[in-house]
């Protein structure tokens, strides 16, 4: 049976070009590109065309780009270096309720060393309410942070809307951008954005390695101590072969995005329509037009997300339910009761998440399968027989 992997989000493959250009580091070029002598030079010299190419994706310049080992240590980094840049000014910041784990997990951390944090909340498309971000703002809040997309529901938020307000009221702003970078446009520059995180895995580069975009002028203190490496701003020896493949995965991102966009857009509104039109009643999560051009999410009444994962499961289908780091936790996940949906609806749901190595007939078959398993676990639900009978009645 042909394996159907719909769960991109989660971590997508590898490009071709990038796995290539990363096996020289793993053999003969294998210096240290902080050594002085020869063998460093090749590395040295990769690793600088790797933050070119990245910095040149985001309207950046490459002294901006700080390499780390991926999205969660970009996003501790922001947070708590970001935090702690203006003691004077005051110990408040302001998250969204629907962030990664990597965000909320750390605003927690930073509220136990004796900070403030204001979690502004959704609408039921998952965008941010801005006159409550607005309001939220007081003279003593330092940092502003809002993911560029949400890794569940695919909903992008303004993110030049919250960059140009915090640049007018003098505070900083982070943006997780992981599943957005190499997928979307995006412009540090014309988004007043001052930092930025964004990981390799997630746009086709390898895993365990990331970055973190730093605006010039701002002296965020490491995170990582030990070592002189990017700028003495986070030590730890470069991971050479990570950081090339990621470099090659991000200039053929973008030069391949606007027809990728175009490719995603059309299998993830077929895949929408069909949902909506064949299996009733089941709801759309996430903005319509606002999102990931990737990104489909449902919830099926009388249906739980795991059986149906199970049922797609036996067909090769690889999808995932509310959150892929909430598996093995019966707690619905915090982005879907974020949007307001009822528990029982919650549990309901299911992510797919398409990249541009599927095909519009995948996306046929995995909707058939759907449609089919929905029904067939609706069939052995009594709380939908008596549902039914009541509609009909
Ligand atoms: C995957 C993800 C992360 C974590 O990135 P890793 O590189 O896997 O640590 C952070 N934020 C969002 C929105 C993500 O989707």
């Given amino acids: 049976m042909e394996t159907v992997y719909l769960d991109n989000a989660a971590t997508m493959p590898m490009r071709k070009e990038a796995l290539e250009a990363m096996m020289p580091f793993f053999g003969a070029d294998y210096g240290n590109p902080a050594s002085i002598h020869s063998m460093s030079r090749s590395p040295r010299k990769a690793v600088n065309e790797a933050r070119e190419k990245i910095a040149k994706v985001l309207n950046a310049e490459p002294s901006e780009i700080y390499f780390t080992s991926g999205g969660t240590e970009s996003d501790n980094w922001a947070l708590v270096s970001g935090s702690a840049l203006r003691p004077d000014k005051g110990k408040h910041i302001i998250i969204s309720t629907i962030e990664h784990h990597a965000i909320l997990e750390t605003a927690d951390y930073l509220v136990k060393q004796g900070y403030e944090v204001t979690k502004v909340g959704v609408d039921e498309t998952g965008r941010i309410r801005l006159d409550e971000l607005i309001k939220s703002i007081r003279p003593d809040t330092v940092l502003i942070s809002v993911m560029t997309a949400n890794n569940e529901i695919g909903t992008i938020q303004p993110i030049a809307e919250i960059g140009k307000i915090a640049r007018e009221k003098g505070i900083l702003f982070h943006t997780d951008a992981v599943q957005a970078f190499g997928h979307i446009p995006l412009d540090v520059k014309a988004m007043n954005i001052d930092l930025l995180s964004a990981s390799g895995h997630k746009f086709g580069g390898p895993k365990g390695v990331g970055f973190l975009y730093v605006r010039k ?13 990017e700028n003495g701003r986070r030590a730890g020896t470069t991971n050479v072969p990570g950081v090339v493949g990621m470099g090659v995965a991000a200039e053929i991102s973008a030069r391949d995005m606007e027809e990728n966009i175009a490719r995603l857009t059309a299998m993830r509104d077929r895949c929408i329509e069909r949902i909506e039109s064949e299996i009733p009643y089941c709801r759309l999560n996430g903005h319509r037009t606002e999102r990931l051009p990737g990104n489909v999410n449902f919830s099926f009444k009388f249906v739980e997300g795991e059986s149906l994962l199970m049922s797609l499961g036996l067909k090769g289908i690889c999808v995932s339910t509310g959150s892929a780091c909430a598996s093995g936790s019966l707690d619905p996940s915090h982005v879907l009761l974020g949007i307001g949906l009822p528990h029982e609806i919650a549990h309901g749901s299911i992510r797919i998440s398409l990249s541009e190595y599927n095909t519009m007939e995948q996306v046929e078959y995995a909707t058939d399968a759907l449609r089919d398993a929905v ?13 039914i009978k009541g509609e009909g009645a």
Wanted: glycine share 12%; hydrophobic share 35%.
């Fill in 217 to 229: 002028g701002i002296r965020l203190q490491p995170f990582m101590h030990g070592g002189e490496q």
């Fill in 375 to 387: 029904a067939n676990i609706r069939s052995l639900s009594p709380l939908y027989d008596d549902f």
